[in-house]
């Protein structure tokens, strides 16, 4: 039985969804009927292609702003921009995010605030300008794309487990806020998937350790994952399109695993 999420006519933001699993979450969206406002970094002619695509396939809004996600003005205006062209925001799904990996005494400085700006800053400040859209509508959906590192942590990954850490707990603060406006605030905390970036560290890992990518995969990226499988993109946009839409009413200030047992241990 195919289920219907009812999402027709809403809107959504989507950061970081020029690649990846913004990418596949905005997908999903549009393929619910849903109008989409994409955000990201990338080939101008390469986001553009994509976008007007989507529109074609689906037949629902979809545009682009460029914010940089590190800067709080931009961010602001993404909001409103995709408040003024949709007439409302629905759901916002805060994805955007950038890694370093090095140890903490050996940590750039620009690098740490980059990664704190985007991977969590950020997540605020979409949300605080999204969330009096949300309340004037008494309905809104916002979907934090955590990690499993916003749970356990990793050596060299300082900063992307800080940063994923507090995705997670302001995901719980703000949910507590607007528990009772109709807004639900949630947390997917995916593990391993397998996105244009991982799949270069997969061949580089194989050239630098002199070992098959197979063996990358299973003894090295999925070490910590006990299926010893990738996440799927559309295992991810299946849980966001649950805590988006009705069925999901209840579910607040959670957050959710995706990640083959991982953090189960």
């Keep these: 039985m195919a289920i219907n999420y009812r999402l027709e006519g809403h809107a959504a933001v989507v950061t970081g969804s020029t690649s990846g699993i913004g990418q596949a979450m905005a997908g999903a969206l549009a393929e619910q009927g849903v109008n989409v406002m994409l955000n990201g970094f990338g080939d101008a002619a390469k986001i553009e292609a994509d976008r007007a695509a989507l529109a074609a396939r689906t037949g629902v809004q979809v545009l682009f702003h460029g ?3 590190s800067k709080p003005a931009q961010i602001a205006d993404l909001i409103a921009t995709a408040h003024k062209a949709f007439g409302r925001i629905d759901i916002l799904v805060n994805n955007a995010g950038v890694q370093h990996v090095a140890a903490v005494d050996e940590f750039p400085d620009e690098k740490w605030d980059q990664i704190i700006g985007i991977n969590l800053s950020s997540v605020f400040h979409a ?6 859209v949300m309340k004037g509508q008494g309905r809104g959906r916002i979907v934090n794309i955590a990690s499993a590192h916003g749970l356990v942590a990793s050596p060299f990954k300082s900063a992307y487990v800080a940063a994923k850490h507090g995705v997670v707990g302001f995901t719980k603060s703000t949910a507590l806020e607007v528990a009772r406006a109709g ?3 949630n947390a997917i905390c995916p593990g391993y998937v397998k996105t244009p970036l991982v799949e270069m560290q997969i061949g580089d890992q194989a050239r630098t350790r002199g070992i098959s ?4 995969v299973e003894e090295v990226i999925l070490a910590a ?6 996440v799927e993109y559309d295992q991810l946009a299946g849980m966001m399109l649950y805590l988006v839409s009705d069925l999901g009413a209840s579910t607040t200030g959670a957050a959710y695993t995706i990640d083959g047992g991982w953090t189960a241990a």
């Excluded at 949300?127 to 009096?132: C, D, N, Q, V």
């Excluded at 990518?213 to 990358?216: A, D, N, S």
């Excluded at 994952?225 to 990738?230: E, L």
């Design 127 to 132: 949300t605080k300008h999204a969330l009096p």
């Design 225 to 230: 994952q006990p299926n010893k499988a990738f």
């Design 183 to 185: 807004i639900t605030v």
């Design 213 to 216: 990518p197979e063996r990358v």
């Design 67 to 69: 914010a940089d996600m």
